[in-house]
């Protein structure tokens, strides 16, 4: 009987093991072809990701906010902000002494206030109507204070149209863009061709900076009209009697960013004698251009210097990490024309650094560099732009002269 069972006991396992045995092929089957797929691919991919993550990341960090936040809300109590300027030499701080020389022309001056803070106080009954309109135009410049890159889509109503007006154009074309436009550099490379007369063929040109053209006319044109300048250059024509700040004429529109919120001062005083239109740039285009300049930044660290992205802020003070005036006038320029024409950008180790003036150092606040990337982008391939891709916004034909 044992015999038989014995017997038996293998032969009514057989079913079962002819199964197992054909989960057990499959299963290795599986395994087998799994083996085949490129892990390379799918362990590179992580890393790709991982770093897109981090350079959208870091690029989005505002480290400055707080302090203009602080200072704003300093102006709109009617108190002179702490910090207000940094100059070549690193001063943070500005005393009383240096900000009662550099603003002579505002006829106002400090006092201490139970709290210590410094307050300004108005001297001349003329100057009583300065501080209602730097409250209005600093809340009106602080509130729209959000990235939003749909910006790109509003500057013909925002920028466009105070120049048609100004120059008495039918309320027509004031939905359409410039047909072509010229962005005119300060680069020394400037002198080394005669592009003047291709730069004033164009509908709209644009200067930086108060950058003169007497004397270089055949070299960078003479027609202008519009001026791009940052506060601080409005900072200098403030002082002047009149607040003059035309050098390209009277009639020639002018439109800045903020540096620093004590600039509505500034703008407060010379906005008053100006003849032609004064305008600032949205804070939504100020913030695009520092989060797309920063995003350059960060991708030219890891790619060029081969360092963590985490370690940049190691070598750029973030605080003081800013875009160039150029770099903004080709953005605005973006959003109001047709197609763009760039000159003057770029540099040359036999040219100076601007074409009017002997300066040849770079600021250390900008990223030159990053900045010529996003330009080759814009010019090569604007799909790719972070930021800006997914803004609903095209950009148009952009065309670079060296």
Request: aromatic share 10%; charged share 25%; net charge positive.
């Amino acid at each position: 009987m044992k015999r038989v069972f014995s017997l038996r006991l293998p032969f009514s396992l057989l079913p079962l093991l002819a199964i197992l045995t054909l989960l057990s092929c499959r299963a290795s089957v599986r395994l087998g072809y799994g083996s085949q797929s490129p892990p390379a691919d799918s362990s590179s991919v992580a890393p790709v990701l991982s770093n897109a993550t981090i350079l959208l990341r870091l690029a989005s960090e505002d480290l400055v906010e707080a302090g203009v936040r602080k200072d704003v809300d300093e102006l709109l109590e009617g108190n002179f902000p702490a910090s207000t300027r940094v100059s070549s030499a690193g001063l943070r701080h500005l005393p009383a002494a240096l900000w009662r020389r550099e603003n002579r022309h505002l006829d106002v001056g400090l006092r201490a206030g139970l709290d210590g803070r410094l307050q300004i106080r108005v001297r001349s009954p003329r100057d009583y109507k300065i501080f209602p309109e730097v409250r209005r135009s600093l809340r009106d410049w602080w509130k729209n204070r959000r990235f939003q890159p749909e910006i790109m889509n509003e500057l013909v109503e925002l920028v466009k149209r105070p120049l048609d007006r100004h120059r008495g154009r039918a309320d027509a074309d004031f939905a359409t863009r410039y047909a072509s436009c010229a962005v005119v550099g300060n680069s020394g490379i400037l002198l080394n061709s005669d592009r003047g007369e291709l730069i004033d063929g164009h509908e709209l040109v644009i200067r930086l900076n108060n950058a003169r053209t007497h004397g270089y006319q055949r070299k960078v044109g003479s027609k202008t009209g519009l001026s791009f300048v940052n506060s601080n250059i409005l900072h200098l024509c403030a002082r002047r009697p009149g607040c003059f700040c035309h050098p390209y004429g009277e009639d020639v529109p002018m439109i800045m960013y903020i540096c620093q919120a004590v600039h509505f001062l500034d703008y407060a005083i010379c906005n008053s004698t100006h003849r032609a239109p004064l305008m600032i740039t949205d804070i939504r285009l100020d913030m695009l251009c520092t989060r797309i300049v920063k995003y350059y930044s960060l991708k030219r660290f890891a790619e060029v210097a081969g360092k963590p992205l985490e370690d940049w802020a190691k070598f750029h003070d973030e605080k003081m990490f800013h875009y160039s005036s150029g770099m903004q006038a080709v953005m605005l320029a973006l959003g109001i024309c047709d197609q763009v024409s760039v000159f003057g950008f770029g540099k040359s180790a036999d040219a100076k650094h601007h074409y009017h003036t002997n300066q040849k150092a770079e600021l250390d606040l900008h990223d030159y560099e990053a900045e010529y990337a996003f330009y080759q982008d814009l010019v090569d391939r604007p799909q790719v732009i972070p930021f800006l891709k997914d803004s609903g916004f095209t950009v148009p034909p952009l065309v670079f002269y060296h």
